[in-house]
């Protein structure tokens, strides 16, 4: 291989001067910000956009994100080989040229100036996806036929359904918009022609390893890598974000690196390289190669017997984070994975290998079989129990598992047995990895490794050990799993910590809080004794009847289990979307309500006519908001360590008068809890004149401030009202002016209250108005 020296490139001194520059400000600045803890300026020059985050670990991880965008301006830059003219096919040059193109729209709308993307740009940008689409069938005419045309197929659909979603999602036409995803399947179609175009490249000869695997990388990182990253956090962080902003970063760059290597090696009439034809390792004793296609059947074809098309079904951590975490097009990633692998694809798979015989499809079928049986092993440590009879009995019918309230599996699948009543999910996933891993170990024993071959005694060994030990495997997937009780629940919403201070409680959401809904209620349709797995299987099934609907269905189940699911809104909120929808309304139309009754009251208090003090007072105030009272007693409290206002006797002294009392400190007001009042204070330097004209009941008693604070409040919480304390401790006279609010025709449908303090000597209660009727 020649070495990569600046002068080979057309623009290669340029490139390296400027990717090397790049290169000493981020780890110049990198290390800026580990030891000033200021990083912004290696923010700006890797990430050039959101706030940074704090100084902190992350610095090490954006040098070396910067080293990679060093390396992608590197490959991007350099241009082509010096010599090579460009190629005389015009097909080839155009495809050059739009790729050119393609990579600068990405660098100026989305990676590195990252102006506004109207949807025009999206869609020209679509238009230019289109046109790679073409002319990478037009150029990649050694490739074989089927590859080509599954690619063009592939992408001419992906990227009409992506300009179809960006021009009606522009028209706001939701109906037509949601056609045109499902025509692009979210992407997946892209990412296969993606996946088929680095295949031809990688045996056409033109393109080097560089465009090869950088667009590898690319797609890897899409299609798995940053689903995983966005569902394997539960918030968003600073670790989730760098992680998730990085595997982002990483993605675009890739991707620019493709484009532009995939232009650079364009250049020039480089010939096509001829592939050689791959060996094949002698085919050996038939009865181990048969044993390793025949071992993945077996576990599919107990499935099968059953009626069960799938591999692990609805159960375990795997299952639960595709169904719950990913998007819709990633659990359906994952349900045709399960299928394939449920009907015995992997042997498929398997038999292939053996048919050809080629050490690098050996070892990629073997990886497969690997990384399914980890899958498998994982699941079967996280399944949940399977319902026994008892169990599947209290369900009263089949089990349904949707997704965002679309039913996955059909209603015969898990259906209990008309005998036993057990639901069947499946052997336990350890038969499926023992079978895996054993015909992985068979692949690459007999055909995985170099000339030197192991004996074939030794092979017949290990299939004995794995055989024996497959034999001892146990029943796993009839054990009951975890089971939340009800008590598990109280300590989960629990507020005290481990000392009994208050700590904040994480919310519910979910599975959860719809399993500890159901241990909290005594009644049915819930088991108290109902496994975890059954009850949401269950809750699942419920969710199906309840969205559908059909009064056939609803009173096919109130006869068979005698549960009404109509009745069943709010215990299956958390898991129903139809029922989380109808929860909402309700809890917004209560609000509204709300809103209009508060708007009322205030407009009630904004009518009431306004005092007008017949001396200037030394401070007047409005309450603005109409006050409410639990208990109808608005209270001043100043303690001073001698007296108890639980056990004063000023209950005792309001009785008199029916509206005001008051003691040393502790002074108490009593109105009618129902109705909203407005409030008035007033405080005064000298005794303002008696006003009983438009009042019903006026009554003034003396009062002793202990501290200097009076400050009138509901006991049960709330507002305080300005403190009536003018010249702080002290004796103080208390004034309370009270009358009914007329509205709408209705003579007591709010309270007024006017409250004058002013400093004054005296205890004596002098009613200046007895209460009267409005």
Known sequence: MRPHRPGRYRFGWPAALFAGGYLVAVVVSGVIAVVRGDGEVVWWLVVRRWRPLEPGWYALVLVLAGGVQGWALWQILRGRVVGQDTAPDRHVRRLRRVLYAYLAVQLIFYVLFLLPSPWWVDVARDIGRLA???????????????????????????????IGEEVFDELDIRAVEQIFDLVGLDGLLWSLWMALILV??????????????????????????????????????????TVILGVSGARAILMLVWLARSAHD???????????????????????????????????????????????????AVESAFRTRFTGSGLLLWLSFDLLVGVGGLAVLVLVAVVRRTRRLVRATACSLVIAAAVGAVTAVTTRAAPDHTAAESLGGDMVFDYEGAQIYPDWMFAPDVETGEIFFGISPLWHSAAFTVSAIILMSLYGRRPARRSPYRVAVAVAVSVVALSLLPVADHARGPFTSRSDCERARSTAGEYGQHVESRPMTGETAFVCEARGSDGPPFGQGTPDLALVAYGHRLCGVYTRNDPREIARVREASGVDVRGLTYPLDEICPRAAAIVKARIDAEDREIA????????KCDAAPRHRPLIRPESASVRREPLWTDHGVLEAYEEDGYNDPFEDGLYELLEKNGLVAALPG??????YADPRVCVTTETYRRRPPV????????????????TGEIKLRDAMGGP???????????????????????????KRAGQRLLIMAYPGRGDEVVVHRERTDP
């Open 200 to 241: 031809a490249q990688a045996r056409d000869g033109r393109w080097g390893r560089g465009a090869v695997w950088s667009g590898a990388a690319s797609v890897v990182l899409a299609s798995l890598v940053m689903p995983l990253a966005l569902g394997g956090f539960d918030s968003f962080s600073a670790p989730a974000f």
């Open 720 to 746: 305080e009202l300005p403190d009536l304390a003018v010249r702080g401790k002290g004796h103080y006279r208390i004034r309370v002016h009270y009358a009914w609010l007329p509205w709408k025709g209705e």
């Open 691 to 706: 006003e009983t004209k438009g009042w019903h009941h006026v009554v003034e008693v003396g009062y002793q401030s202990p």
């Open 132 to 162: 790679l689409v073409v002319l990478f069938h037009r150029v990649l005419d050694g490739t074989p036929r089927a590859l080509r045309f599954i690619a063009f197929a592939a992408g001419t659909l992906g990227v009409v359904g992506s």
């Open 596 to 603: 209009e009754r508060e708007a009322e009251e205030q407009r």
């Open 266 to 316: 364009l250049a020039g009439a480089v010939p096509r390289r001829e592939r050689p034809v791959p060996a094949r390792v002698p085919l050996g004793r038939w009865p181990l190669p048969v044993a390793a296609v025949v071992l993945p059947l077996l576990p599919a074809l107990a499935h099968l017997a059953h009626g069960l098309p799938f591999w692990i079904g609805p159960r375990g």
């Open 666 to 671: 502790h002074l108490m007001i009593s109105i």
